[in-house]
C-alpha cells in the first residue's frame, strides 16, 4: 500500500481531533476511522497501516519507578476507546494502573469531569493527585480548575517555571 502523505496525514489528524468523541466503542470508533480515512481521502486500511505510536524512550523506566513507590498511576487522554488497546501494543498498559480515555468518559480535556474520571479511578482527592501533561490549555489549567496540583511536560525545552523536559525528571520532585 502506498504511505499516507503529510497532507493527507494532516486531514485525518484535524479531522479526528474534532471528532475523536465520537469514537466510544468498536462499532463507532470503525465508523470514526472510515470517516478519517475519507478526511485523508485514502482508504481505511492506508489510514491504519500508516498509523504508529511508541511510548517516549523515558516513558517506561519512570512509570516503572513510580510504580516501586507505590504511587497509582492513570493515563487521562484526549482519545478514543482504543487507548487501553495502543498503550498495551507499546508495552505501557503493564505500567499503569488505568486509562481514562475521553471519548469512553464523553468528555475531552480541560473538562473537569475526564479528572473526576480519573481521580475515581485513582481513589484519590484532588489535593492528593498530580497531572502531568503536555498542553496548557487542556492539562495545565483543565487539571487546576479541579484543584490537582499540575507539572508541565514540556519536550519543547521552553522550561517555563515549574516544567520538566523530560519524565526522567518527575520521580525525584516527588521526593
Known sequence: MPPLSEEAFRREVAYYVEHHLEGRDAASLAD?????AAAAGVPVEVLMEAIRFEAYEDA???????????????????????????????GIAPLVDAVVASAVVGAAKPDPRIFHAALVRAGCEPAEALHVGDSVAADVEGA????IPVVFLDREGGHAPGSIASLAELPPLLS
Open 60 to 90: 517506561p523506566p519512570t512509570l516503572a519507578r513510580l510504580r516501586e513507590r507505590g504511587l497509582r498511576l492513570v493515563v487521562v487522554s484526549n482519545w478514543d476507546c482504543s487507548l487501553p488497546d495502543v498503550l498495551e501494543r507499546i
Open 144 to 147: 487546576q480548575a479541579l484543584g
Open 32 to 36: 470514526l476511522r472510515r470517516r478519517c
